[in-house]
């Protein structure tokens, strides 16, 4: 990087930070095409990645003038990347920026991203370079004359678009022309895809066989080696038998697999099956072998979540999105190649929610909605699919079902918009119910129906959350029990499936939620109990299930927190013990999962509270002590998650209130200032107990009339108050 610590500093007023967080993402995980890695350029030698990029909201801490931090930050960078639009060009501080930037580099190493807004506009409003661009400038600050003419790229549809837009900054960056990046970039995507494309009639015949080991179920088994007898007694089949057989396998087989809890057979049947695909390339290949070879992509990147490996994971989800646009862009519009690319954006966005990339996850499911809509629109104008066997039963209603509810749960909590959100959620429960009465009417597979009822179940799970943080309690658990009929009634179909079992048991869980706020711990308790022996059997069925794991130590946790609300100590301890031992077993084996450091806080918290109980304060103000140095800690995505806020809410509350009861009044303070602060500038929706532990700071810090509106707002939702109880009635052991 010829000596800076920078490739590139990018520049951009803070109303375009989801751009700025987008360039920034896509540039750090930029791969160099390695035909042009190692050449020599009037750049220098072209990097093998981009990396590191500078952006300055992300590095510093936040302030309101150039510190010389920054001006250090800019000198230490090759390259700076002007995010350009009206609200830039009238941005101050993006002006100094480019100005520091220009005295110590000069005009050549400065490029252009146009967002929005008209380049040398006579309108100011409309003007999207900042003035700084326009002039160059002298080691004294002066400006010097006009600056020349540099790269600019236009992000817009009628533009560059966005992937012809990052091209041309990436040109830029490593000194070689548009063409070449594109064009080498092509040449690698296709030697990247090869080993995914081309089925082998006999590899299919051994995967038949394989799976046939690989299951304990007798049907499945019986299918499979029956399947693989025909693909070996009939090696000169047409190509389209080779997709059927892939499509059973990564389908009917994958499932049963699934249910069964058999992680290391799921990942070694989905190697097995890339592994059988030869180099022809995406452009030679049949659009059928496309889908069901990045399904397959998809499915592994899926089993490496499901073991805690979340960072391959979403390396195969971004690497099979790439494919999958790819495969949209050459077949518009076909059911194939629209299905995958909604389908991939659906990982991507799942894991950025949960990984706190929450900009990301937005972008992703807002572009799947939209993707979906156009594709129910146009569904009658759709000509025959080749392969019409698989998409006889596709309902692109559903799917929009699916999108509107994924959406919906973003932005209703982590995202703070319950106003947008709530329609989504009535849309899509209200969609899923009219597919699964029009499809009760038709004479179609019974799993497909019942695979509409698990989408409906998750439907109103996410509506019963979101119904929880607007106060709705009656929708809530009304939405909680029907998904929790949906799943006792198949759960007594089918003790055995697993994947079915966790959402029921998830669902006793969420109604428990709801009794807590209440006010009726005993009930919460109850459920929580009864869930416990489906978790033990998750855990025991598939030890090396980390999300299981992770599932089960939450619910022990649960469990113990709502026997310390009934005064169970004894109970509460054994709980917490177990509870606390399986979540560090599973961070210990993937730690990039908010939900999971959450349960570790919680755990800790209430490990405080049986401390205090017991007498022991000294033991008490030191665990809770390291449990809010923690969370104080965390990234900005983290809080926002569901019961985060909460979490830290009562954390810090309970340690301000040790600290007064020792006489440390400015510790005290200083904790209670942390949660007025942080709440009260949360973006997230917050829950009913993260308001009343809002409530109870304000009032402690002699904030009455905001604390006594919040509790008006609570005590209209029916909300009881048992956060406040555990923590401003300290001394009550």
């Known amino acids: 990087m010829s000596g800076y610590k920078y490739k590139a500093f990018i520049s951009y007023s803070h109303a375009d930070k989801v751009w700025a967080e987008w360039l920034l993402s896509a540039l750090e995980s930029y791969k160099v095409p390695s035909k042009l890695v190692g050449q020599k350029t009037e750049a220098g030698i072209v990097p093998r990645r981009l990396s590191p990029i500078f952006r300055d909201r992300d590095e510093l801490p936040a302030a309101h003038r150039l510190t010389e931090r920054l001006f250090e930050a800019i000198r230490a960078s090759e390259y700076l990347i002007v995010l350009c639009s009206p609200r830039s060009a009238k941005s101050e501080l993006v002006n100094r920026e480019i100005m520091e930037f220009k005295r110590t580099h000069g005009d050549g190493h400065v490029l252009c991203m146009i967002l929005d807004g008209i380049p040398f506009s006579n309108d100011s409003e409309n003007e999207c370079f900042p003035e700084a661009l326009l002039h160059s400038f002298g080691a004294d600050g002066r400006r010097a004359g006009l600056a020349a003419e540099g790269l600019a790229a236009d992000v817009r549809p009628e533009g560059d678009g966005k992937t012809r837009a990052l091209h041309k900054i990436v040109a830029g960056l490593i000194g070689v022309g548009l063409n070449d990046v594109v064009r080498r970039e092509e040449q690698q995507r296709k030697r990247n895809v090869a ?52 499509h059973y396998m990564m389908t009917v087989m994958y499932d049963r697999l699934l249910e069964h809890g058999n992680l290391d057979t799921l990942e070694l049947v989905t ?23 990045t399904g397959t992509s998809l499915r592994l990147g899926q089993n490496f979540d499901r073991k805690g490996d979340s960072a391959k994971a979403r390396e195969i989800f971004e690497d099979t999105l790439a494919i999958s646009r790819l495969f949209y862009q050459k ?41 979906l809509e156009q594709a129910f629109n146009r569904t009658q104008a759709w000509e025959a699919s ?13 799917k929009v079902a699916d999108a509107q509810m994924a959406l919906a749960a973003l932005l209703g909590g982590p995202l703070g918009n319950i106003e947008e959100a709530l329609p989504l959620h009535r849309n899509s429960i209200s969609l899923l119910e009219k597919i699964i009465d029009d499809r009760s009417q038709m004479e179609v597979p019974d799993h497909f129906v019942r695979d ?77 109990l009864a869930a416990l022996p489906g978790f033990d059997r998750l855990v025991e069925k598939d030890p090396g299930n980390t999300m299981w794991l992770g599932d089960s130590a939450k619910a022990y946790i649960d469990a113990a927190e709502t026997a310390f609300a009934t005064k169970d100590l004894a109970q509460a301890e ?67 998650m569901f019961g985060t806020y909460q979490c830290f809410a009562e954390s810090n509350l ?80």
């Not at 059988?276 to 452009?283: K, S, V």
């Not at 904790?671 to 402690?700: H, N, P």
């Open 195 to 246: 080993a995914f494309l081309a089925a082998s009639f006999a590899a299919m015949a051994v995967m038949g066989v394989l799976t046939y080991e690989a299951t304990t179920a007798r049907e499945e088994a019986k299918v499979a080696r029956e399947l693989a007898e025909r693909q070996r007694d009939n090696a000169e089949m047409h190509l389209e038998r080779s997709e059927e057989m892939m």
């Open 452 to 528: 509409l009822r698990v989408n409906l179940a998750s439907a109103l799970f996410y509506a019963g959350n979101t119904y929880l943080l607007a106060g709705k309690l009656d929708d809530a658990e009304q939405a909680f029990g029907k998904r929790l009929a949906i799943f006792d009634a198949m759960i007594s179909e089918n003790p055995d499936n697993y994947r079915v079992l966790r959402r029921h048991i998830m669902t006793m869980q969420s109604i428990a939620g709801a009794k807590l706020l209440r006010g009726r711990p005993e009930q919460a308790y109850a459920l929580n």
């Open 271 to 293: 190697q097995k099956i890339l592994g059988t695909f030869q180099t022809d390339g995406l452009a030679s290949s049949r659009p059928a072998q496309i889908f069901h070879v």
């Open 654 to 733: 309970f340690l301000s209130n040790l600290q007064a009861l020792e006489g440390n009044i400015k510790g005290a303070e200083t904790y209670r200032k942390a949660v007025i602060d942080t709440l009260s500038a949360a973006k997230a929706s917050l829950d009913l107990a993260s308001k009343s532990l809002l409530a109870q700071a304000f009032a402690q810090a002699g904030e009455r009339e905001k604390a006594q509106l919040i509790r008006n707002e609570l005590d209209s939702y029916g909300y009881r108050d048992l956060a406040q109880q555990a923590t401003s009635n300290i001394e009550s052991r």
């Open 331 to 371: 077949h518009p519009n076909t059911r194939e190649a629209t299905f995958r690319l909604q389908n991939n954006l659906f990982f991507t966005g799942y894991l950025a929610r949960r990984q706190g990339r929450l900009s990301e996850a937005e972008q992703d499911y807002r572009e799947r909605l939209h993707i």
């Open 574 to 640: 054994a709980f917490l013990a177990k509870g606390t031992e399986q979540i560090n077993e599973a961070l210990a084996r993937d730690d990039s999962r908010p939900k999971r450091r959450l349960t570790l806080y919680r755990a800790g918290l209430l490990a405080a509270k049986i401390s205090y109980k017991k007498g022991d304060t000294a033991a008490a103000t030191a665990t809770i002590t390291g449990t809010v140095t923690d969370l104080s800690n965390e990234q900005d995505g983290f809080l926002g």
């Open 386 to 398: 080749n392969n019409h066997t698989f998409w006889k039963d596709l309902v692109w209603e559903e």
